[in-house]
């Protein structure tokens, strides 16, 4: 076989695997919208749950600061009757309460705040998916821009290599100019 008969079973198979993974373009977007979807919302919910808890926090902070005052003053005090203990205790007591109901409610939070942590998984999945398909891409790809060099390319195949910075990655319109004039 020439190396021109080569060259072109590389390109052939390079393009019927860059044309598989252009059908899965749309589905890649759509399964990386919803993993976006999930993150914003279980960031939403956590940070409302967080704001709840910090609310319920002040709350018992607060009537602690206020108990410990009056317990303070009232062990100041010289005239301490059995009435004014008995008053004190009841706050004490109510205070118990209080911060009993407010680590139960903790707990449930916490519990919540784990349970909105769920996505993670199927988000991995996802993520997976589409790193996969851009993995039997990124081979093909690189085949055909050195195979058949296009004139007027965004970037030669050395530098798609490693992760790029913002201000050096291809656009999506080089990627979509690139591909069109492969005929995909």
Same mark, same amino acid.
């Given at each position: 076989m020439s190396d021109a008969s080569i060259q072109t079973v590389i390109q052939a198979d390079?393009?019927? *695997?860059?044309?598989? $993974? *252009?059908q899965e373009l749309p589905d890649a977007r759509e399964r990386l919208a919803y993993v976006r979807g999930m993150t914003e919302q279980a960031a939403t919910k956590v940070l409302n749950l967080v704001e709840t808890a910090q609310v319920d926090a002040e709350a018992v902070r607060r009537k602690g600061m206020e108990l410990s005052d009056a317990l303070g003053r009232l062990a100041m005090a010289s005239d301490l009757s059995v009435e004014r203990a008995r008053a004190m205790m009841k706050l004490c007591a109510a205070y118990a309460a209080d911060a009993a109901s407010f680590a139960s409610r903790e707990? #449930?939070?916490?519990? @919540?705040? +784990? +349970? #909105?942590?769920d996505f993670q998984d199927l988000s991995g999945? *996802?993520?997976?998916? $589409? #790193?996969? +398909?851009? @993995?039997?891409?990124?081979?093909p790809l690189r085949e055909l821009l050195e195979a058949a060099p296009v004139p007027g390319a965004a970037a030669p195949a050395e530098e798609l290599t490693g992760v790029q910075t913002p201000d050096k990655a291809l656009k999506q319109d080089d990627v979509d100019d690139l591909l069109a004039s492969l005929g995909f």
């Open positions: 390079a393009a019927q *695997v860059l044309h598989g $993974v *252009v707990r #449930s939070l916490h519990t @919540e705040i +784990m +349970m #909105s942590q999945q *996802v993520i997976n998916k $589409v #790193s996969k +398909m851009l @993995e039997r891409a990124e081979p």
